[in-house]
């Protein structure tokens, strides 16, 4: 039981580059988000889903385009980057939208913008 | 924007002393949530309190909540050196989105 990975783990694109960042999850879980983390600033929701087949958008979502085509992966997208997303990606995931539910944290992706 | 914000923003202990830290929020909320990150991995999470419950128990870890305050405080007893992390607190209001504070950084002196 991996629980929930991402890939790569790091990045380095160039200003108006493109990538994709990949989260899996094996805890047949319905919600996943995606954080990105900033010194100083916490973690900041960008998007998450609530299903398969469904994205919504968070606190920070421009920039980013998401994509859950399958319950375990959770795709974010950047089409053109800015140095200004030079962060710590993080994705999670939690069974259910239940208040109570614990999140699962992936290790993250450090991703630079020059 | 972040609901919690936790103070202090660092704290350094000895080995076997409790570490404190505090969590204020500014709106009402269902649960509040603690989440461990040690250097360069995910977070992890650490305990749920439900806004109407005063206090709560894991191990070593103690958890208050204040609603009228709006505040709550977590104390890790018997510090260890693998007790170095850093810790958010993550408020949970009306809705499953986590809403996390910038964390306190705690490092455990041998």
């Known amino acids: 039981n991996a629980g929930v990975t991402q890939t790569p783990k790091f990045r380095v694109l160039k200003t108006g580059q493109s990538m994709t960042l990949l989260c899996a999850q094996d805890?047949?879980?319905?919600?996943m988000y995606w954080y990105r983390q900033d010194p100083g600033m916490g973690l900041r929701l960008i998007h998450y889903?609530?299903?398969?087949?469904?994205?919504a958008k968070g606190e920070v979502p421009d920039g980013y385009n998401v994509s859950r085509l399958k319950k375990q992966n959770f795709l974010l997208g950047l089409e053109s980057a800015a140095p200004s997303q030079t962060s710590v990606y993080f994705c999670?995931?939690?069974?259910?939208?239940?208040?109570?539910?614990?999140?699962?944290f992936g290790p993250g992706t450090r991703l630079t913008v020059l | 924007s972040q609901q919690g914000e936790e103070d202090p923003q660092a704290l350094s202990i000895q080995e076997g002393e409790n570490a404190t830290m505090n969590c204020s929020y500014k709106?009402?909320?269902?649960?509040l949530q603690w989440y461990r990150q040690n250097s360069g991995r995910g977070l992890v999470h650490l305990i749920l309190?439900?806004?109407?419950?005063r206090e709560k128990h894991s191990g070593r870890l103690r958890v208050t909540l204040d609603t009228s305050k709006k505040s709550s405080s977590l104390l890790i007893t018997a510090s260890r050196a693998a007790d170095t992390a850093s810790y958010f607190c993550?408020?949970?209001?009306?809705?499953?989105?986590?809403?996390f504070g910038a964390g306190t950084t705690v490092t455990v002196r041998a």
């Open positions: 999670a995931s939690s069974y259910a939208g239940d208040r109570t539910d614990t999140q699962y």
């Open positions: 805890m047949n879980h319905e919600y």
């Open positions: 889903s609530v299903g398969e087949g469904t994205t």
């Open positions: 709106t009402s909320i269902n649960n």
């Open positions: 309190i439900r806004s109407n419950e």
């Open positions: 993550a408020t949970v209001p009306n809705d499953y989105k986590l809403s």
